[in-house]
């Protein structure tokens, strides 16, 4: 279900990690949340947390395999996703090119 390659390990200036149980469901200070789908053994999410490392733009980091509910709830279908939900709505991005574009994009 997930793209699976080398191990990653992201530097935690602009995300935290969430676990199954401690998700916060909070958004940023404007309201906006940003969550960032990866699984362990994804190349492709590097390159996504990089991008908006880079950006600095915060978000939080759920490993999709070990939060099939979230999963669920945001339809995500593979990894990298980045799902940004604000005032109008949720948005997704697949893979790390459309997470680099949209990290271009939307600097802090």
């Known amino acids: 279900m997930f793209d699976s390659g080398s191990r990653m390990k992201p530097k935690a200036a602009v ?3 969430t676990e199954p149980a401690s998700f916060s469901g ?5 309201g ?3 969550i960032l789908f990866t699984t362990k053994t994804c190349p492709n999410c590097r390159i996504a947390t990089k991008s908006l490392e880079k950006a600095h733009i915060s ?3 759920v490993d999709a395999e070990e939060n099939e509910e979230l999963v669920k709830k945001y339809g995500v279908m593979q990894a990298p996703t980045l799902v940004v939900v604000d005032e109008d709505g949720v948005k997704k991005m697949a893979n790390a ?5 949209y990290a271009e994009n939307n600097k802090e």
Do not use: Q
């Open 15 to 17: 995300r935290t990690e």
């Open 26 to 30: 909070e958004g940023g200070e404007d």
């Open 32 to 34: 906006t949340k940003m």
């Open 59 to 61: 978000y939080e980091l």
């Open 97 to 101: 090119s459309n997470i680099k574009a």
